[in-house]
């Protein structure tokens, strides 16, 4: 089973920046970021599979999902920053990849324990 480790979450100002990382005890197929509000359902931010990208509409244009190979490192690099963006964020890994099925919490087996981003207005 595969390990992972967030970080990179704070607190910042609406129109700030923040960059999460996710260390990976292995290699996953795929690998995503959730976030989840107080009071709402885990949803999708943003999946990586190989050199495709997905992004949840609300983070389009904004938000930026890359991995470092080498070290199985995934990044989410969120720009522009707004209150409705303030979560937990957790980082997944799953072992397929399904087209339009990314958002699909059923499809990981693997994840992180969350790390909170709060955006202040």
């Known amino acids: 089973q595969v390990q992972l480790v967030e970080s990179g979450g704070g607190s910042v100002e609406a129109g700030g920046s923040l960059r999460l990382s996710c260390a990976a005890s292995?290699?996953?197929?795929?690998m995503a970021w959730f976030r989840q509000a107080p009071g709402k359902e885990r949803e999708g931010v943003a999946g990586l599979v190989g050199v495709i990208t997905q992004y949840a509409d609300s983070v389009q244009g904004r938000f930026t999902i890359s991995k470092d190979t080498a070290t199985n490192t995934l990044y989410l690099q969120m720009n522009s920053l707004k209150p409705e963006d303030t979560a937990m964020y957790f980082c997944?890994?799953?072992?397929?990849?399904?087209?339009?099925?990314?958002?699909?919490?059923?499809?990981?087996?693997?994840w992180g324990q969350g790390t909170q981003v709060t955006v202040s207005s």
């Open positions: 292995g290699y996953t197929k795929i």
């Open positions: 997944a890994g799953g072992d397929r990849w399904i087209p339009g099925r990314w958002k699909s919490i059923t499809e990981y087996n693997a």
